[in-house]
């Protein structure tokens, strides 16, 4: 069971990334998907959550409408798409998967996911 997080990169303010979440050993759209991200001397801040099955979708409040999660069942693979990155969006993201059934809360929590990816960075700067 294996996710690889992958897209990251530099990038100006007001720029746009992709990440990227391919799972193998397992089947992604069992499992809720979520993005973390750490910054430097900071904890693990969940960003956004897509459900399983469904494909329903949650972000925290300081990505809403700059962020979009998506998942392609084909492929396997979830996605983050970063528009209008701002120097606080920098940090290392993280992909992870929870089997827990979202009904009617979702899982923000680092303790209910559980497997991860390994981490990519983003850096948003001038």
């Known amino acids: 069971v294996q996710l690889q997080a992958s897209g990251g990169g530099l990038v100006q303010p007001g720029g746009s990334l992709r990440l990227s979440c391919a799972a193998s050993?397992?089947?992604?759209?069992?499992?809720?998907i979520g993005w973390f991200r750490q910054a430097p001397g900071k904890e693990r801040e969940w960003v956004s959550c897509?459900?399983?099955?469904?494909?329903?979708?949650v972000y925290a409040d300081s990505v809403k409408g700059r962020f979009t999660i998506s998942r392609n069942n084909a492929k396997n693979t979830v996605y983050l798409q970063m528009n209008s990155l701002k120097p606080e969006d920098t940090a290392v993201y993280y992909c992870?998967?929870?089997?827990?059934?979202?009904?009617?809360?979702?899982?923000?929590?680092?303790?209910?996911?559980?497997?991860w990816g390994q981490g990519t960075q983003v850096t948003v700067s001038s």
């Open positions: 992870a998967a929870s089997p827990i059934v979202v009904v009617t809360t979702w899982p923000t929590a680092v303790y209910e996911y559980d497997y």
């Open positions: 050993g397992f089947i992604l759209d069992y499992y809720a």
């Open positions: 897509i459900s399983s099955r469904s494909g329903s979708t």
